[in-house]
């Protein structure tokens, strides 16, 4: 809903101010060992939680991931 409210201010020459985040999580099916994403779940939700940017952009991101960052 925000990139909704994002793109309807930009044609109205509004002062928009918004945060952008990419990560790159990496896939959660691979076996990393101390890398594995059961272990960095929690770790990437908190800095998402930390930044609350408007916007987030992930890189080989799964369904599993997705769902699992996306929870309230």
Not at 9 to 36: C, E, K, W
Not at 45 to 70: H, N, S, T, V
Request: aromatic residues 12%; neutral net charge.
């Amino acid at each position: 809903m925000r990139l909704v409210w994002i793109l309807l201010l930009f044609p109205l020459g509004l002062n928009a101010q918004f945060n952008v985040m990419t990560y790159n999580i990496r896939l959660g099916s691979v076996d990393d060992g101390p890398n594995h994403w059961d272990i960095r779940k929690e770790k990437l939700r908190d800095l998402m939680d930390y930044y609350d940017c408007g916007i987030y952009g992930l890189q080989e991101a799964q369904l599993p991931q997705i769902k699992y960052l996306l929870r309230v």
